[in-house]
């Protein structure tokens, strides 16, 4: 194997892995809803948004689309001070209500 094969072999690939973007947040930005909806398409994603631009509530929705699509649960991992709005921001959402508490 040449060099040039061994690049070719570790080229990422822009393939979208992710889900159809179907269960829509109606207190959502124009901004929030393209975020979410890029994120599921892509299915590995990370989103950089700055403070208060509604990281938590973006998320959330895309837990419950995954939750919806799979019906499986969905972990989410956050620092302990954070939790807590994780926990009031999902009692905003129906389906994730269930899995909340």
Request: charged fraction near 25%.
């Amino acid at each position: 194997m040449d060099y040039m094969e061994f690049l070719q072999q570790k080229k990422h690939s822009s393939i979208e892995t992710g889900i159809p973007f179907k269960y829509d947040n109606p207190n959502f930005m124009d901004y929030q809803r393209h975020v979410c909806e890029f994120s599921l398409r892509r299915g590995r994603n990370a989103d950089f948004l700055d403070t208060g631009l509604g990281k938590t509530l973006i998320e959330l929705v895309i837990a419950d689309n995954f939750v919806r699509h799979t019906n499986k649960p969905v972990l989410i991992i956050t620092p302990l001070a954070v939790a807590f709005q994780f926990i009031n921001e999902a009692e905003k959402i129906e389906t994730i209500c269930a899995f909340v508490r």
